[in-house]
Every structure is written in C-alpha cells, then in structure tokens.
C-alpha cells in the first residue's frame, strides 16, 4: 500500500539570508507508516501545488459547479513578502493543510500531494546560511488552539548547545558530530532524541551528547514526582546496568522522573529505576505514544547520559544526580505519608517501636487516651498559701473588718 500523509502540523517560519533574504515554513510531516519529517516550503511553492491541484481535479475545486466545491481557498501570495505578512498567513496556512488532509481519500492521498510533502534534499541539507547574518526562527506557541496559530514567540535565537563527545550517526536521519561542535536546538524530543542544526546539517542526535553553553543540562531536568504518573510499557526492556528495570509488554508503572537523555526514573511497588521513555505510554491513551510523537522512529533507545564520559564536559560540575537509594528512599516516605493521609476507618493503629519501648511496665492505657501526649500531661503546681498580712493587704474593707473583729473576740476568750 502507498505511503500518505495523515497529518501536517505547522511549526513556525525561518527567516533566511542566502541566497538572498526569504522566508520557509517548517512542517512537520506523519506519515501513514508512523514516520515523521520535517520539511520547509514557501508560501510561493505552496500556492503553485495548489493551483496544480485545482486543475487535477476541477469537480472538486468548483470550477464547473461552485456547489461542488470541497478544495480549500488559498489566497495567492503578495508581491514582495515581508515578516508580517508571513506571520499573519500561518493561521490560514495551518486551517489549509488540515482541510487538505481531510478531503476524499482520491485526493488526499493523490501522488501530487504525496509528492509535494515528501522529503527532498534540500529539507536534510540546507543551502548554507549567509556568514555575515545568522537565521531567525519563529515557532507557533504549541501551548494555543488551532485557530491562533498566528500568535508565535519569536522571533527566537535557537537554544545552543555544546558536543561533549563524538557522534556517528547510524541512519539518514543523523547527523555526524564531534567533541566541541557548536549546534543550534530545534526540537526537543521526550524520548531522548533532539532535532538540531550544525552549520549546513541538520538531524536528530541524542542529547546525552550534548551540554548547554549557560550551565550543566542536569538544571533543565525537572524536579522527581514522587505522587508518581500511571504509565503502561509498550514494548519489553531487558536492563543493561544494576540501576535499570527489565519489564514485559502491558505493565503498569509509576513514572516519577522525567529526564532529558529519554531515560525516566518509574516505580513498581517498593523497587524503582531507569526505563526507556520511548517504550512508555500514558495510561488510558490509545493514540500514539507520547514520547515518540516526535523523533526519529528508532528500535532502540538513546545512550544514557551517565555513559558519555569526557573530563571537560561541564556536566562533571553539575549538581549531584540522586541515586536509586533517594528515590526509593522518598518514594517510601511519600507511600507512607499518603496512607497516613486515608486511614482505615475503625481499626486501632499500631504502636511505634518508640511508644513500645517507653512502656516497658506495660501499664494499660486509660480509656480515651489515644496518644501519648494524653498519658503525659505534666501536674499543675499548687502555689503555695499566701500569709495573713497578705491577705489583710489584698482583702476588701469589709473582709478586714471581720478579721479583726475575730482576733479581738479571740483574744478576750484566751
């Protein structure tokens, strides 16, 4: 069966200076087989596939009966394009690629558009940029709708990134690195894979090879989750190293550490340790997993960042890493403080070591009593009683009066 795309997804726009200034659309590609790609058009070129695909199929682009029409509209390019222009397009451009998917499978998946969203040369290996004016991306915020996709955070300066250590790629969609290589980040992908440009190449690395130029990649990690996030296994690991976890197909586990190398920390009841990202799927999700939505389709996964060893690598002054011991040490802690949070209606909680300890006599417990704070209370001191001058000093007149009447009938007995 034929190869034909199944989604488009806008990603942005670049802003090129050779051979003279232009600007391309970044699309992603999926393609019906799970692979992803990663191609750039201008909005010319975009328009002319368009044009060719109304005179393909003229039914369909309402050129005989405007009723008939199921094509979308795109407006025709301007004359000279600026950055505003370009920017204010995407949302237009974005609404067309969907409707384009979307159409009848005859033309959907006609070799016109399978062509025109395929791969060319020029997608892997870009002309080289201009050395006087460095490139400007602007990327679509992922965090708005569909129908905003013109509101974008650029322009933005790529993150830049430090090689640690040599690289070969072993596919196409590779690229070869060496120890000290400057690259720029275009997409970071959870399963350990990023997407970076280096001079005129462009592929995916793992980013285990890779360091930032500000300070140590272990402070972009986010902090562990120790209430944990249901995961399923999708496909089997068998570990490779003591601190990693071998599990089936179909298990259940905790997430409770997402790394950026795409090897996470889980938790399977008391036991935790290293997992392949790539090899994980959000429970309940149905869909393709969520760590490989991006990235190169790969059977295997990354190299962990513990086993890219290179003495100047500013990794070496970064903060510590937790061991096994931590994590299953608070993740403990953690299962321990939720139960305490739910206990068990009508059931007597037991003794500490501690509160056994201390009642050596075994003394029983008063009724009512239920902690030992209760048991402890400490005797109230009785002041002691003040003396008759006192007393004569702080009384009311009244009072004063009965005792002197009481001493002087006292002392006419006597």
């Not at 937790?322 to 037991?350: C, F, M, V």
């Not at 417990?365 to 002041?383: C, N, Q, W």
Request: net charge positive; glycine share 4%; charged share 30%.
């Amino acid at each position: 069966m034929q190869n034909y795309v199944r989604h488009v997804e806008l990603l942005g726009f670049e802003k090129r200076f050779f051979p003279s200034q232009h600007y391309v659309y970044m699309l992603i590609i999926k393609w019906s087989d799970l692979s992803e790609k990663l191609i750039y058009r201008t909005y010319p070129e975009i328009h002319t596939f368009h044009k060719t695909l109304k005179e393909m199929f003229p039914i369909e682009a309402g050129q005989i009966e405007k009723k008939d029409r199921i094509i979308p509209s795109l407006p025709a390019p301007r004359w000279v394009d600026s950055q505003k222009s370009t920017e204010t397009r995407q949302s237009t451009l974005a609404e067309y690629c969907h409707s384009l998917i979307n159409l009848p499978p005859h033309i959907s998946r006609c070799t016109l558009v399978c062509s025109f969203f395929k791969v060319r040369p020029e997608d892997e290996n870009p002309p080289a940029p201009n050395p006087l004016k460095r490139n400007e991306t602007f990327v679509v915020s992922r965090d708005k709708s569909r129908g905003n996709a013109s509101e974008i955070s650029g322009p933005i300066i790529l993150d830049s990134y430090r090689v640690i250590a040599d690289f070969s790629k072993t596919s196409k969609h590779e690229i070869n690195l060496h120890t000290g290589d400057l690259v720029e980040i275009v997409e970071k992908s959870p399963n350990g894979w990023w997407f970076c440009q280096c001079e005129s190449k462009r592929g995916w690395v793992p980013a285990s090879y890779l360091e930032p130029l500000d300070g140590p990649e272990e402070a972009e990690d986010a902090e562990p989750d120790y209430a944990g996030e249901l995961y399923i296994t999708i496909k089997a690991y068998k570990a490779a190293q003591d601190d990693e976890m071998s599990l089936e197909t179909g298990v259940t586990i905790e997430v409770i550490h997402k790394l950026l190398d795409g090897w996470w920390v889980i938790r399977k009841g008391e036991q935790t340790g290293y997992f392949p990202s790539m090899f994980l799927q959000r429970a309940g999700k149905r869909d393709i997993p969520e760590p490989e939505r991006s990235g190169p389709q790969r059977q295997t996964p990354p190299p962990r960042r513990s086993t890219i060893r290179n003495a100047q690598s500013i990794h070496n002054r970064a903060r510590q890493r937790l061991s096994q011991d931590t994590y299953r040490r608070n993740s403990r802690r953690y299962l321990q403080q939720k139960g305490s949070r739910h206990p068990e209606p009508r059931k007597t909680p037991a003794k500490s070591p501690l509160q056994e300890r201390k009642n050596q006599g075994n003394i029983p417990e008063l009724s009512g009593s239920s902690s030992e704070g209760e048991l402890k209370k400490p005797v109230p001191i009785i002041p002691p009683r003040p003396s008759p001058e006192l007393i004569l000093e702080r009384c009311t007149d009244n009072t004063r009066k009965k005792v002197s009447i009481r001493k002087s009938s006292s002392g006419s007995s006597s």
